[in-house]
Every structure is written in structure tokens, then in C-alpha cells.
């Protein structure tokens, strides 16, 4: 099992930023991939960034050139930093981690962005 227990959500000012943090914990050996997704009210869960073990990163349309993603091994937690919010960043952040064919969520942060 993998743990993975975020924090750093919060209410901000539209073209604020926050840095969102994802623990993890447990037998994480193996893991292959990490990712940031979020959930607005009414809508489906969406990919926001992963990142793979070698670091290489991939990001939603939305967010580019706003967001980074990065993870520290040493600390076994994994970074989502937001720049340049918006309202319609306004959502639940989960984190995950997909091992093997094992799929690993955290219980998610509330990100609330006010015009």
C-alpha cells in the first residue's frame, strides 16, 4: 500500500499562488509515475501535471507556464506549484501514484481562488 496525505490548499486572490504538497509514504518502491489531478464542483476529475521517476513532466493545457510540478526523493513528497490563479482553478487537488497497475489517491485540498 501507498499513502500519500496532501496539504497546502487554501483561499486565495485571483493571480495569487499557493504550493501544494503530496507525502508518501508505504511500500512506495516501484512507483512509476506521480500526478496532480483537481475536481471542481459539477465536474469531472481532471489530469492537472504527472510526473514520471526520471522527472520529465507533463501538464494540462490550462495550466502551462502557470503550474510546476517536482518531487524530492529524499523528502518522499511531491510539489505542485500554482502561479497566476485563477477562479476556474478552484477545485479539490488530489494526488496520485500509480504503481505497477495500482492506482493511489490522497484525500484531497481544497483550492478556492476569489475574484
Known amino acids: 500500500q501507498v499513502q500519500l496525505v496532501e496539504s497546502g490548499g487554501g483561499l486565495v486572490q485571483s493571480g495569487g499562488s499557493l504550493r501544494l504538497s503530496c507525502g508518501y509514504s508505504?511500500?512506495?518502491?516501484?512507483?512509476?509515475?506521480m500526478g496532480w489531478y483537481r475536481q471542481a464542483p459539477g465536474k469531472e476529475r481532471e489530469l492537472v501535471a504527472t510526473?514520471?521517476?526520471?522527472?520529465?513532466?507533463n501538464y494540462a493545457d490550462s495550466v502551462k507556464g502557470r503550474f510546476t510540478i517536482s518531487k524530492d526523493n529524499v523528502k518522499n513528497t511531491m510539489y505542485l506549484q500554482m502561479n497566476s490563479l485563477e477562479p476556474e482553478d478552484t477545485a479539490v487537488y488530489y494526488c496520485?501514484?500509480?504503481?505497477?497497475?495500482?492506482?493511489?489517491w490522497g484525500q484531497g485540498t481544497q483550492v478556492t481562488v476569489s475574484s
Open positions: 496520485n501514484a500509480q504503481k505497477l497497475k495500482s492506482s493511489y
Open positions: 508505504g511500500f512506495i518502491s516501484g512507483i512509476n509515475a
Open positions: 510526473i514520471t521517476n526520471g522527472g520529465g513532466a
